[in-house]
């Protein structure tokens, strides 16, 4: 059965989270607060040069969607779509 869940444009932010147990790198992205669809605690799956090219703290408007992995809930944004800097 195909993922029908829409995509939206959102604004997300990379950072240092606490806790970087079972992810890859040190830096992550996730949702500015304020957007209610997209909780700031979700961490979001995109292009890594969006960590790597732009320092933490930077914000970004990216196209993205609501999914999960075996339960667990984040935000999926294809890794080859266009992106916005915001700062």
Excluded: D
Excluded at 43 to 54: A, I, W
């Amino acid at each position: 059965m195909a993922n029908t869940t829409p995509y939206h444009l959102i604004v997300v932010e990379s950072f240092y989270p606490e806790s970087t147990s079972g992810r890859h790198g040190k830096a992550h992205m996730r949702p500015v607060a304020g957007q209610p669809l997209f909780p700031q605690h979700l961490f979001v799956e995109c292009s890594r040069t969006l960590l790597e090219k732009y320092p933490v703290g930077t914000k970004f408007r990216i196209k993205a969607k609501l999914s999960s992995m075996q339960g667990k809930p984040f935000i999926y944004s294809y890794f080859g779509w266009a992106y916005e800097v915001l700062s």
